[in-house]
């Protein structure tokens, strides 16, 4: 059965750190790109990072640059997030993507993100 779990959200200060997963399952993990999408409240789905499958190359959000790493183990079929530095803005509910192509998207349920005082 294909899944994706993500873990690791909670409740933060600001300039706190956390760390997210997402254990894959029922698929080929080492074969899909990775990555991070946030939602906050009234906005839309956006991408935060990707980790490639071929090279492992990461690209990262403009507004997320210097403060969140993307890395994966294919050994454990995983994919973290290191979030450094949060700031309110970064309040959401995080979700990860596994995609291979258009046919072989997956996404799981979603963790979240809250960043108060």
């Known amino acids: 059965q294909l899944q994706l779990v993500e873990s690791g959200g909670g409740l933060v200060q600001p300039g706190g750190s956390l760390r997210l997963s997402c254990v894959a399952s029922g698929f080929t993990f080492s074969r899909y790109a990775m990555s991070w999408h946030r939602q906050a409240p009234g906005k839309e789905r956006e991408l935060v990072a990707v980790?490639?499958?071929?090279?492992?190359?990461?690209n990262y959000a403009n507004s997320v640059k210097g403060r969140f790493a993307i890395s994966r183990d294919n050994a454990k079929n995983t994919v973290y997030l290191q979030m450094n530095s949060l700031k309110p803005e970064d309040a959401a509910v995080y979700f990860c993507n596994a995609r291979r192509n258009t046919l072989y998207d997956y996404w799981g349920q979603g963790t979240q993100v809250t960043v108060s005082s």
């Open positions: 980790i490639t499958a071929i090279d492992g190359s990461t």
